[in-house]
């Protein structure tokens, strides 16, 4: 495994660990308010959840099979959505 495709996976389990929690507060919000705002923050977040799990399996089941040349911007794609899902739950928790 090269050191960029390391540094994704660790970066999308990381990712993954972050919509774990922000599913957990949206959670939390959303049976607080009981209204459709949290409600659809909470599936955004689900659906975040899954997509970052798939990710985290497909790189360490199929690592062998992405051509070198994507590797990068696989790494661009995990450290842009560490940086959302960071700002979503630094603003979720304000």
């Known amino acids: 495994m090269s050191i960029i495709m390391t540094a994704t996976v660790a970066l999308t389990g990381v990712n993954l660990l972050l919509t774990v929690t ?3 507060l949206y959670a939390r919000s ?5 209204a459709a705002f949290p409600i659809g923050l ?13 990710a985290l399996y497909q790189y360490l089941t ?5 051509a070198p ?20 739950l630094w603003l979720a928790m304000r």
């Open 69 to 88: 040349g994507l590797e990068p911007f696989a790494l661009v794609f995990s450290i842009l959505q560490f940086g959302a899902f960071s700002l979503m």
């Open 42 to 54: 909470l599936l955004l977040a689900s659906l975040f959840l899954i997509q970052n799990a798939a």
């Open 30 to 34: 959303a049976l607080r308010v009981r």
């Open 62 to 66: 199929m690592m062998a099979y992405l």
């Open 22 to 24: 922000l599913v957990a």
